[in-house]
């Protein structure tokens, strides 16, 4: 007895949690290593079962326009980008930090007079609890983690601060040491903004005095966040599509009733783990209309009756009001309240609300009544953590599958799983090795398209899909309505950018020039107000449209700045060549031409008179500098104009070595195909402008 006695005080009682999670968690990796390379079996889409879980397709697809403002989540996804950027690196980032979340939560737990063993065992319950998964397994969740870190370390802290006699308050170091937990959360998540209601609303309830130095660190440093996130992405608001959250469409009296029955909701999904699924959107989760009788009855069965509860605890049993109030407190932000959330329910929300549960457990636990069962209450609380953590063991499995394998098996009515799904299959399509393949894979697409658009008939981002494969079939007429239809179902709030980048080519190759050049400065506009920096095929593309339209000057300068981005390319040096031969600078075009050939022979492409090869090169530097004996003998310099002559016979010259080196014939002969140019008379370089748009496709989601 005497060694369980020391074992239960035990001063290194907060390694428990870290090895739970570490343990519930950690067997996620070992079979996702093992198939990092191969597929998946068993899945209910064989052909999808040859994703690997690294493959870029269960990813999140495209870009898409969420402004959200988390400085601290893109250092950590840089640093897994340098160290290889592995599906498995993102899983491990994420268990490592779910542990350290759970010593800050043992750490509130004996804060708040919890004594040890029975903090360890709630802070255990919180490491297996069976909404984490979505957080932890799918290592996908290091915001939601980081933030919930930061949030209960501070709490923790500021309730030391508030205790009688000690009056750690006033020496400084420990309120700045609060203030930097508080800054590092906030530019992790914006759920560490409730600190100041939280550290107010926990001293009052538990009768201690309020640190009012923390408080005021905390409302300063939330002023100073919200501050620099409004310098950094201006004053608009984020992108929410219908589809992921359909109350961004509703009134404000919709989103209040609806934001109370979503408090139930994340309370019943965190008490009872039944059913979890990959994604929650339309038709996933219902939203009940203000006019509704039975709307108010929900609502005031539970969110009023929370905090007539907790008001009623307080004075008997202030730490389970406290839980009360933490999780109504945590959770508000994540109902569409105040602010619209990207989805209108994610199990990762709930992460750091889920530890009122173990504070409930802990509150009850010291019932005098219970206290003196402390043995029996400590095994039932045991045997509570093993059976979450079982749970959470059976969803960590479904974690092993990529999410984009089951979305449609959890969500059978959500238009957005069938959407990925089609993403998917689109990959495939245009990875396939034979016509009949990729043609069968296609029909897959056009079924899930078609699954989506029928419980979203406004769908805008699936009509992308069909415009995308119109597009690599090169039927540019088609592809642009099916952009049309995208954008007009997505209105003024475009949530795709590339939709422009794509529609915009496709202008460019039915010669719309004007409209092409229109697109492309409207998804230039999308980038800067996102703040993203654009691919060089952007700069390619409007340079094109700038040529098209004989705005020469500007489109040199898209061509150098792709340039700048892909000096690979030999088509940007021709595109770049031509501008300054209709600039005149004619040194500077056959540098451009060179450089290109260089480029054409590195690649083997020789001859090809239909793309940018050695030959096209040579034949384009030629005519320029028959130009140049043009413009030098009508300027009376016959000197230079017979030596910009003689340039021109060996460049016509070298051609026709390159194209008998092919063909198998006689440089001397005078190649088929090729016609001389007439002295003094310059054939100008290449393609005039409007320069052809390479075939280069859209990228592939």
Known sequence: MKGTQRILESPVLWILPMLVAVVVYAGTLIPHLQESKGGFEGSPNPDLDRLAPDDPINRTPWFFGHRQYSPVNLVINSVLQQAGGSYWMARLAA???????????????????????????????????????????SGAGHREILGAMALFGSCALALKFGEPGRPLEKKGWPVFAVSCLILLGLFTSPIVLVLVPLIFLQSLILGRPVPWLTLASAASCSVAYLLVR????????????????????ADGLTRVVNSMVLVGRYLATLLLPIHLSADYSVNMVPVFSWASPLTWIRVLALL??????????????????LAIVFFVVTILPFTNLFFLCPFIFRERYGYAAALAFPMVLCAVAGVPFLA?????????LGLLTVLFGLRTWLRNADWNVPMILRMTTEAPNDAWAYFREAQAYHTLATRAGTEVEKTRLLGEVEKRVSRALAIYPDFGLAQLI???????????????????????????????????????????QLGKHKEALQDLEAYMRFLE?????????????????????????????????AIA?????????????????????????????EKGAEIAQKNGNLYDPKTDSVWRFLERIADVHLQVAKVERQAGNEAKAKEAEELYQRAKLTAAGVLAKVKG?????????????????AAPPGNPVPVPVPDVQPEAP
């Not at 929370?306 to 307080?314: K, T």
């Not at 003196?372 to 095994?379: M, Q, S």
């Not at 060549?577 to 600039?583: D, K």
């Open 230 to 249: 409004w310098i950094a992405l201006g004053d608009s608001s984020p992108i929410t599509p219908f589809v992921q959250n359909p109350l961004a469409s």
């Open 372 to 380: 003196r069962r402390r043995g029996l209450v400590l095994a039932c």
């Open 565 to 593: 981005l892909r000096q690979d390319l030999a088509e940007l040096w021709n595109n770049r060549g031509f501008c300054r031969f209709l600039l005149k600078d004619y040194a500077g075009a056959v540098r451009d031409y």
């Open 665 to 681: 014939t006689s440089p001397v002969e005078s190649p088929k195909g090729v016609e001389p140019a007439v002295q003094g008379q």
């Open 95 to 137: 268990i490592l930090l779910h542990a350290g979340t759970t010593f800050f939560a043992f750490l509130l737990l004996v804060t708040l007079g919890t004594d040890r063993a029975l903090a360890a065992l709630g802070a255990a319950l919180f490491a297996v609890l069976s909404v984490h998964a979505d957080a932890v397994a």
């Open 304 to 321: 009023p009756s929370l905090l007539i509860l907790a008001v009623f605890l307080r004075r008997r049993f202030p730490l389970l009001s």
């Open 529 to 561: 107000n996102l703040a993203l920096e654009p691919e060089y095929r952007f700069f390619q593309l409007r340079g094109l449209a700038y040529g098209s339209l004989a705005q020469v000057k500007q489109a040199f300068k898209d061509f150098n700045t």
């Open 466 to 508: 069909p415009g995308m494969i119109a597009h690599e079939q090169k039927k540019y007429a088609e592809a642009v309505e099916h952009f049309n239809a995208s954008e007009k179902s997505q209105g003024q709030r475009t949530q795709e950018p590339k939709l422009y980048l794509w529609r915009g080519e496709g202008f460019l």
